[in-house]
């Protein structure tokens, strides 16, 4: 017994790569999308949220603290003031460092001194000594209470930020570089 046949192949129907691969172009688009903006996130969250004292992670948060705040934002910049010992010997030469303590502070742009000796916090003496040296006031505590820190600080002109020398860096504007 022949079986007929009726001139008819049978095909196998093979799924075709375009009709339902396991990751479309609209899927991929989707999950892409998904990382960018969780990345975007991610950045924005970090950059942004101080959740400890020991992580001062923004200019915003340094204005803040900084001893009277609005007069020194009004009138100079925040700053974090350092403060460290250095011992030197000469025989055997050595240095060493004491650990360094850090406060907020606040440094005063030139044109803004009278602030200070309104408030007899500093002399006309001090101002002179302090201009003819080019350099201004810089101050932690806060300025009404009995003893404020006011000190005359040169601003070293050879220091440089490194993070504002990398290629596509921003750098600040011009009128705030010189106190």
Known sequence: MRRKSTGRQATTSKPSAFQ?????????AILGGVLILGIGIGIA???TTTLAPSNVASREFIDTKAPNP???????ASAMVMDARLFVTLN?????VAQPSMRPGCVIRQNNWALLEQRKLVTSEQVRD???RLNTFGFTGNLDSD????????QN???Q???TAQPGAVGSPQETDRF
């Open 157 to 159: 002109e050879a220091a």
């Open 70 to 76: 609005e007069i020194c934002v009004q009138y100079g």
């Open 20 to 28: 339902s691969p396991l990751f479309n172009f609209t899927t991929i």
């Open 92 to 96: 055997p030469f050595n240095v060493y």
């Open 130 to 132: 302090c201009k003819n």
């Open 45 to 47: 969250f970090s950059s």
């Open 147 to 154: 003893k404020p820190d006011i000190r005359c600080i040169y």
């Open 161 to 163: 930020n490194f993070f």
